[in-house]
């Protein structure tokens, strides 16, 4: 703009500038038209950050592992708990820098695969297609629990888990697809089926596994040998859980452990901020889905599900009591 401007006091017009030079002609109108006296509010603006400064000290001091965008997401959402305005994620990330309390960027180490990932493992709505996977921490004393868990790929809720002090095994894996059914559906079935995405091991390949899994309205998939990105929702949630929470939580003995991860797991669904959800936890996501209205075909599956639930009730529990016997 300082090249038009010096054009066009030499005398150029302002058309043949603006054109030359590839600028607007309507802010080089508003330009010439500003007094010899005219400064840059936003630049002279001056707002008091000491209270946002404070509120970002109490996230981070409880939450030492979250970035300025998930910082930026708890503000938003107690403003809006509180009836205050939003709070800018570029105002939290200028207050963090100056204030050095911004995370160190890592830098990714490359690896080359020569497997091409083009598809996609979210989906666009909830109980489409669950996924699966486990994982492993040692406590203070040495101690080592396994952890087995069920995620829904679209809003990430984690629907059920499992810890033990055993190895994967396949009774574990069936206990947690129980467990997420109940947490989606009851004492029913899932009126079409759901995916159930994992990895190969063999406590998912196992015959009864599968079998189990096809019981409760679960269609059992597989991913692609060494291709953790088939399934990288479940894996990207295990460096979650781990970085988060497994990493500043108090791990003595495996009975605190197992009860500081139950505490973890209550406040990912609840309270843990996800890029994918628009920084909005996953049960946060899922009251605001149902505010906003829930898509014909998931109206008409609940409407269907509700109409027979009187005369199915009965039929479909004894069914699967008598194949679990």
Same mark, same amino acid.
């Given at each position: 703009?300082?090249?038009?401007? @010096?054009?066009? @006091?030499?005398?150029?017009?302002?058309?043949?500038?603006?054109? =030359?030079?590839?600028?607007?002609?309507?802010?080089?109108?508003?330009?010439?038209?500003?007094?010899?006296?005219?400064? /840059?509010?936003?630049?002279?603006?001056?707002?008091? /950050?000491?209270?946002?400064?404070?509120?970002?000290?109490? #996230?981070?001091?409880?939450?030492?592992?979250?970035?300025?965008?998930?910082?930026?997401?708890?503000?938003?959402?107690?403003?809006? !708990?509180?009836?205050?305005?939003?709070?800018?994620?570029?105002?939290?990330?200028?207050?963090?820098?100056?204030?050095?309390?911004?995370?160190?960027?890592?830098?990714?180490?490359?690896?080359?695969?020569?497997?091409?990932?083009?598809?996609? #493992?979210?989906?666009?709505?909830?109980?489409?297609?669950? =996924?699966?996977?486990?994982?492993?921490?040692? =406590?203070?004393?040495?101690?080592?629990?396994?952890?087995?868990?069920?995620?829904? =790929?679209?809003?990430?809720?984690? !629907?059920?888990?499992?810890?033990?002090?055993?190895?994967? /095994?396949?009774?574990?894996?069936?206990?947690?697809?129980?467990?997420?059914?109940?947490?989606?559906?009851?004492?029913?079935?899932?009126?079409?089926?759901?995916?159930? !995405?994992?990895?190969?091991?063999?406590?998912?390949?196992?015959?009864?596994?599968?079998?189990?899994?096809?019981?409760?309205?679960?269609?059992?998939?597989?991913?692609?040998?060494?291709?953790?990105?088939?399934?990288?929702?479940?894996?990207?949630?295990?460096?979650?859980?781990?970085?988060?929470?497994?990493?500043?939580?108090?791990?003595?003995?495996?009975?605190?452990?197992?009860?500081?991860?139950?505490?973890?797991?209550?406040?990912?669904?609840?309270?843990?901020?996800?890029?994918?959800?628009?920084?909005?936890?996953?049960?946060?996501?899922?009251?605001?889905? @149902?505010?906003?209205?829930?898509?014909?075909?998931?109206?008409?599956?609940?409407?269907?599900?509700?109409?027979?639930?009187?005369?199915?009730?009965?039929?479909?529990?004894?069914?699967?009591?008598?194949?679990?016997?």
């Amino acid at each position: 703009m300082d090249s038009a401007r @010096a054009l066009i @006091a030499r005398g150029w017009g302002v058309s043949l500038v603006s054109r =030359c030079l590839r600028v607007s002609r309507a802010q080089l109108h508003v330009i010439l038209r500003r007094t010899d006296d005219w400064k /840059d509010g936003r630049r002279s603006r001056h707002s008091d /950050d000491t209270d946002v400064l404070l509120r970002i000290h109490h #996230v981070i001091g409880e939450l030492p592992t979250y970035g300025y965008r998930r910082v930026w997401a708890l503000l938003r959402r107690q403003a809006e !708990l509180d009836g205050m305005p939003a709070i800018n994620a570029k105002r939290v990330y200028r207050i963090m820098r100056q204030n050095a309390l911004l995370l160190e960027r890592k830098k990714p180490l490359y690896r080359h695969r020569k497997r091409a990932h083009t598809g996609k #493992v979210a989906v666009k709505e909830s109980n489409q297609r669950w =996924c699966s996977d486990g994982f492993e921490f040692r =406590c203070d004393n040495g101690e080592k629990l396994r952890v087995t868990f069920a995620l829904d =790929c679209c809003d990430r809720e984690a !629907l059920h888990w499992a810890v033990t002090t055993g190895g994967f /095994d396949s009774e574990t894996v069936q206990d947690v697809m129980l467990g997420a059914v109940e947490r989606r559906f009851g004492n029913e079935l899932p009126a079409s089926p759901v995916e159930w !995405l994992t990895d190969n091991g063999s406590c998912y390949r196992a015959n009864e596994t599968r079998q189990f899994a096809r019981m409760l309205g679960l269609e059992p998939k597989n991913t692609a040998v060494r291709s953790p990105e088939s399934n990288g929702i479940a894996e990207s949630f295990v460096k979650t859980i781990k970085r988060d929470y497994i990493s500043i939580m108090p791990k003595p003995d495996g009975l605190t452990a197992a009860k500081n991860l139950a505490e973890a797991f209550e406040h990912y669904n609840e309270w843990h901020p996800h890029s994918a959800l628009g920084y909005r936890s996953p049960r946060e996501y899922l009251r605001q889905q @149902a505010s906003n209205g829930l898509s014909d075909n998931r109206c008409l599956e609940i409407c269907k599900r509700k109409l027979t639930a009187v005369c199915s009730h009965q039929t479909r529990i004894g069914n699967l009591d008598a194949h679990l016997i």
